[in-house]
């Protein structure tokens, strides 16, 4: 199975967005997008926890720890939207839809796959990483945020996205305040990374490299709430109800047991 590489028209996108002007323009629009009331509680409580074991300020470690766990919600929406299509494959006009979602999803996945990598191997040189606390805590996060993301999207695709823009909203305002806090020295480090460059990144510093990062973030916050308002509720399935309840039941016996 051959690998998608950097997708070129997000790619443009993101060097657009090194403008300072060009990125005021494109985040403005969607800066006080109000989430529901659920999204909006699971929101707090993530970016709380993240906040309360890795600290308020951004470092290398908080990103590594943050990076594992914003690949998941698009994992968790091929996953949900390949669990309806297995329902719905009769229906043409909804499987362009699904396939559309998986499609992007799969972008943003290798995009946060690459995200992970590189810093993981910036950071081995910037401090020692917690065997607990930067390896499995945030693989716990990831595993509870992959389930609550598969199942809000079967509830109600739009919490599901809307959970991901806070998520999102929140990794760009930590990139952004690292490029601010460091940004002279960053300019002076190298982005040397074997993956980046199969990835199609050619940044001549740190710098550049986290400035393409936090592009990346926006341009997924800003996918999250486009999503909302041409995806989320077109092809709400009521009866997925069920299955999604019975879903976090299974998922209760199987914590408890
Ligand atoms: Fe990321
Ligand atoms: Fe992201």
Redesign the pocket.
């Known amino acids: 199975m051959e690998l998608i590489a950097g997708d070129k028209e997000l790619e443009a996108l993101n060097a657009q967005l090194d403008d300072p002007n060009q990125l005021q323009a494109y985040k403005t629009p969607h800066d006080n997008y109000h989430p529901l009331f659920l999204p909006r509680l699971l929101g707090r409580v993530l970016v709380g926890c993240g906040n309360l074991v890795y600290g308020h300020e951004p470092s290398y470690l908080k990103f590594r720890s943050?990076?594992i766990v914003?690949?998941v919600p698009y994992q968790s929406w091929s996953s949900a939207v390949y669990t309806l299509l297995t329902m719905f494959y009769a229906d043409e006009h909804k499987a362009i839809r699904f396939s559309n979602v998986s499609r992007y999803a799969r972008i943003a996945q290798d995009?946060?796959t690459m995200?992970?990598v590189v810093i993981s191997q910036l950071a081995r040189t910037e401090g020692r990483a917690g065997l607990i606390r930067h390896t499995l805590l945030p693989m716990f996060f990831a595993f509870f945020y992959f389930w609550a993301s598969y199942i809000l999207y079967l509830m109600r695709p739009r919490w599901s996205f809307e959970l991901n823009y806070l998520f999102?909203q929140h990794?760009f305002d930590q990139y952004n305040r690292f490029l601010e806090q460091y940004r002279e020295e960053l300019k002076k480090k190298p982005a040397e990374s074997e993956f980046l460059t199969w990835y199609g990144r050619n940044p001549r510093s740190q710098f550049e490299f986290f400035q393409s990062?936090r592009n990346?973030?926006l341009i997924?916050r800003n996918q999250s709430v486009r999503a909302v308002n041409t995806e989320a509720d077109a092809y709400r399935v009521h009866s997925l109800k069920f299955v999604a309840i019975g879903a976090v039941i299974v998922l209760l016996v199987l914590i408890l047991i």
Do not use: K, Q, S
Request: glycine content about 0%; charged content about 45%; aromatic content about 0%.
């Open positions: 943050i990076e914003a690949r995009n946060e995200h992970v999102e990794a990062v990346d973030e997924h």
